[in-house]
């Protein structure tokens, strides 16, 4: 019997950690050119370049810390932790390296900054990206 329980706990734990993560669409102004992989999101979201990779600047602007959206970028993109992200730019910050991306309260407001400025690049959740931006990854 108690084999049963520790299964049906381990399957449904399993179903709800399933269900709780959310994808992220990775979005650009609709005159960016730039091909982009998984390596070149990130590193622009890390700041370890400035330049989207077929020329330009490119300035990350994030979903507001705490969210889902991006926590699940977090670790998804990043490969980190939101307290490994913040301990990053933690680091970053005092040693003068960088600063973190410009947070957004919500996805339709990171929507509208990005359809009217050509640097910016961004992350909102699968389904949300519409035809004033486009979308150049999805994880």
């Not at 700041?47 to 926590?71: D, I």
């Amino acid at each position: 019997m108690k084999t049963l329980i520790s299964s049906v706990i381990l399957i449904l734990t399993m179903l709800f950690s399933t269900f709780a993560y959310c994808e992220v669409e990775i979005i650009v102004h609709p005159s960016n050119a730039s091909a982009m992989d998984k390596d070149a999101i990130k590193r622009i979201f890390l700041g370890k370049t400035r330049a989207f990779p077929g020329g330009g600047e490119a300035v990350p602007v994030s979903l507001k810390e705490g969210s889902p959206e991006n926590a699940d970028f977090t670790k998804s993109v990043l490969s980190k932790t939101p307290k490994q992200l913040k301990a990053y730019w933690a680091k970053m910050v005092f040693t003068g390296k960088g600063t973190p991306p410009r947070q957004m309260d919500s996805p339709s407001k990171l929507l509208e900054l990005i359809a009217a400025n050509p640097s910016l690049i961004g992350f909102v959740p699968a389904g949300t990206a519409n035809a004033t931006v486009k979308v150049v990854g999805k994880f």
